[in-house]
């Protein structure tokens, strides 16, 4: 059967349909009004592929994953699960992580000690007693990002009010489900930028 291609024009939504083919200008990759609309509209709110399950097996293992201008931590939480969480202390904004893969006991700032439980939760504050209008603590856990695994695979979503992965997914799930991706091991981890 011959194989039939329909171009879009992204002009008037995802569903415009034109006769003759689509042209993405310059401006699509060069514009920051138009990457600022992608992060807006796409990045910050679909489900990511952050990383492997296989780099934290172990309570305390963790990596960084990075997008944009957002840094994500996603560690093997106590209790075995996963959490993701934003890599900004909830007291000055400082990044927590400085190795890209590691494991630790705690998260803590290296700028005023601040730390923080393998789930994000606020856990230390040094000289707690010297902020006299108090210290919600219960307020001040690290920020939550959504995060579900399938098939070995660490899923992040920026997008509190996001669908569950299994409806971002769909019949992919079905139709890569036979292949195990949870038994396959990397060889080779490469970045190209």
Known sequence: MP???IYSSFEEGSDARTAGKAVLGPDRYTSPDFMA?????????TWLLAGLESDIREPG?????????????VVRTEDGGVAALYDA??????????????????????????????????KLVPDEERFTQGLPCDELSLTPVKVE??????????????APLSSFLGAVMDTLEPYHFEKMVLVKDQTVM
């Not at 609309?37 to 709110?45: A, F, M, N, T």
């Not at 293992?61 to 931590?73: P, S």
Request: hydrophobic fraction near 40%; proline fraction near 3%; charge should be negative.
């Open 37 to 45: 609309r992608e992060w807006d509209q796409v990045w910050s709110k």
């Open 149 to 162: 695994t399938w098939a070995g695979i660490v899923w992040v979503n920026m997008d509190p009010n996001a």
């Open 3 to 5: 194989q039939k291609t």
């Open 61 to 73: 293992d963790y990596f960084l994953f990075e997008l944009g201008r957002e840094a994500i931590i």
């Open 89 to 122: 202390c909830q007291h000055r904004g400082n990044k927590l992580i400085v190795s890209k893969l590691g494991s630790v006991t705690a998260f803590t700032c290296p700028y005023h000690g601040w730390t923080y439980e393998l789930d994000g939760t606020l």
